[in-house]
């Protein structure tokens, strides 16, 4: 399985961005699970966003609930995420990562699958 991250920019607070991830290598169903997670500096790596591949059920960390939204397009094999009302906090490198398994699931460790990263800043 192959990640492609991308859309990453400079936004003013309170702007938009929308990520996209590219997911390619085999094909997708009911089992996969595609999430969003993000690295600002000097802190852990933590969970956004998480979206079965085929039912489209999400998971939303409660930092970004309301503000963000997870979505996928079969038909491109993406996953997008959709940021509002961004805010100087959002700032991190934002990264895709994709799983299989039976549940949704916040843990990092449990997806094996990871893109490279896309860079969102958030000046205030």
């Known amino acids: 399985v192959q990640l492609q991250a991308s859309g990453g920019g400079l936004v003013q607070a309170g702007g938009s961005l929308r990520l996209s991830c590219v997911a390619s290598g085999r094909t997708f169903n009911s089992n996969d699970f595609l999430g969003w997670f993000r690295q600002a500096p000097g802190k852990e790596r933590e969970f956004v966003a998480a979206?079965?591949?085929?039912?489209?059920?999400?998971s939303y960390a409660g930092s970004v609930k309301g503000r963000f939204t997870i979505s996928r397009d079969n038909g491109k094999n993406t996953v997008y995420l959709q940021m509002d009302n961004l805010k100087p906090e959002d700032t991190a490198i934002y990264y895709c990562?994709?799983?299989?398994?039976?549940?949704?699931?916040?843990?990092?460790?449990?997806?094996?699958?990871w893109g490279q990263g896309t860079q969102v800043t958030v000046s205030s």
């Open positions: 979206i079965n591949w085929s039912t489209s059920s999400t």
């Open positions: 990562a994709a799983r299989s398994g039976w549940f949704m699931t916040e843990e990092i460790s449990r997806y094996p699958y």
